[in-house]
């Protein structure tokens, strides 16, 4: 198999096991199969062992079975991400360059004018663009970590049109534009918690 072939399996065995673990549809302590996930998706069984690998490094699977976060890990693993993105944004806000204002600026654009997917691809890659611009390698890993976690909350607050939530990101935006980086920082944890607190409110009502 090709090497663009065997990313494209990965791929498409990562997406597909996560959004069911996500969806509820593979309930927490269920044992995941290597060959049933294969013969599912038409491919070998070393992409799925790769997703696999994957989805056990952002803490949706512990020896082959599904986790299911309790309301309490999910506040911890907020309250890493907080403080993370919050000094990406003051790092941003001191540091990032006309050509990445310029993208970050494209993102929001996107999110006002996007359907379902667009806003979801442009609200990843907001976080993503002033995550990367920290050029801290241990940041944007353990925020890579995190990303089943983050699009879990990405997907409920995008597809339940969180109020506010593209108008936190141009605030957040014209911080790092007018190089406030105090404001920036706090005004990126103020829109984290947002979005955890409209997630845990969505989740206890369903």
Do not use: W
Not at 183 to 194: C, G, N, P, V
Request: hydrophobic share 35%; proline share 2%.
């Amino acid at each position: 198999m090709s090497t663009s072939k065997r990313a494209s399996a990965y791929t498409q065995a990562y997406e597909y096991i996560r959004e069911q673990i996500l969806n509820g549809e593979i309930e927490g302590k269920t044992k995941l199969v290597e060959d049933r996930f294969a013969k599912a998706l038409g491919v070998s069984r070393t992409p799925v062992r790769e997703a696999l690998r994957k989805l056990e490094e952002e803490g949706l699977v512990r020896d082959k079975r599904v986790v299911q976060p309790t309301e309490s890990d999910l506040r911890d693993m907020f309250r890493v991400r907080m403080l993370l993105e919050g000094d990406a944004a003051r790092l941003a806000a001191n540091y990032m360059d006309p050509s990445t204002l310029a993208i970050l600026k494209g993102c929001i654009d996107s999110s006002k004018n996007g359907n379902y997917e667009e806003t979801m691809t442009s609200n990843k890659q907001f976080h993503d663009v002033i995550v990367e611009a920290s050029n801290n390698t241990f940041m944007i890993e353990t925020i890579n970590r995190m990303q089943s976690i983050i699009y879990l909350f990405r997907k409920t607050v995008v597809y339940h049109n969180r109020p506010g939530l593209i108008e936190e990101h141009e605030d957040i935006y014209q911080a790092i534009l007018n190089r406030e980086p105090d404001r920036a920082e706090a005004l990126m944890k103020d829109h984290l918690q947002a979005d955890l607190d409209f997630f845990l409110h969505i989740s206890r009502n369903r």
